[in-house]
T-cell receptor, first 113, second 114 residues
Framework: NAGVTQTPKFQVLKTGQSMTLQCAQD?????MSWYRQDPGMGLRLIHY???????DQGEVPNGYNVSRSTTEDFPLRLLSAAPSQTSVYFC????????????FGPGTRLTVL | GDSVTQMEGPVTLSEEAFLTINCTYT??????LFWYVQYPGEGLQLLLK?????DKGSNKGFEATYRKETTSFHLEKGSVQVSDSAVYFC?????????????FGTGTSLTVIP
């Protein structure tokens, strides 16, 4: 099993550009989520999904869109990149229900100039 | 709402020293509690977890006990090694109504020197 994969690993964008961060998992997990990690702030939830066709907002959703057309894939779209979106982005997946471990991808380091 | 408060870092210890990283939580229901570890340039990995009060999670010499009376889940290790240098995150998992939403602490950076 590959677990949770993310692409790209690094990305540099100019302000106003759009892009999609890819996330895929091969564990048949219902729950998938996107976090951003910033120094001194831990991980903050952007969006999450409890199954194909179902998504919801987390703590910091502004400027990001998601969709979940399959169980395996959960892409994150930046609509118009801003310097405030410079961060490290992590995708995670798990079975639903409290007590289940979330499995994390290796992360995407994004810089917006 | 639910939240996790974690000991501020960075923490620097000599090899074989005793480690404690404090973690307290606020939750309305009956959360599960986790410690994750992040090595440089990598994603987070589960270190240990506990799903109910008085449970003790343990792995690789690390331990943490779920204390409902003090709403705490402190991480301990009796003798740290250089290879333990990493960032440690305390987290709680909300009850199933939101799928499996996690709340993370801000992380504690640990450096172990030989």
């Amino acid at each position: 099993n590959a677990g949770v994969t993310q692409t790209p690993k690094f990305q540099v964008l100019k302000t106003g550009q759009s892009m999609t961060l890819q996330c895929a998992q091969d564990m048949n997990h219902e729950y998938m989520s996107w976090y951003r990690q910033d120094p001194g702030m831990g991980l903050r939830l952007i969006h999450y999904s409890v199954g194909a066709g179902i998504t919801d907002q987390g703590e910091v959703p502004n400027g990001y869109n998601v969709s979940r057309s399959t169980t395996e894939d959960f892409p994150l779209r930046l609509l118009s990149a801003a310097p405030s979106q410079t961060s490290v982005y992590f995708c995670a997946s798990s079975r639903t229900g409290s007590g289940n471990e979330q499995f994390f991808g290796p992360g995407t380091r994004l810089t917006v100039l | 709402g639910d939240s996790v408060t974690q000991m501020e870092g960075p923490v620097t210890l000599s090899e074989e020293a005793f480690l404690t990283i404090n973690c307290t939580y606020t939750a309305t229901g009956y959360p599960s509690l986790f410690w994750y570890v992040q090595y440089p340039g990598e994603g987070l990995q589960l270190l240990l977890k506990a799903t109910k009060a008085d449970d003790k999670g343990s792995n690789k010499g690390f331990e943490a006990t779920y204390r409902k009376e003090t709403t705490s889940f402190h991480l301990e290790k009796g003798s740290v090694q250089v290879s333990d240098s990493a960032v440690y995150f305390c987290a709680l998992s909300d009850p199933p109504v939101t799928g499996n939403q996690f709340y993370f602490g801000t992380g504690t950076s640990l450096t172990v020197i030989p």
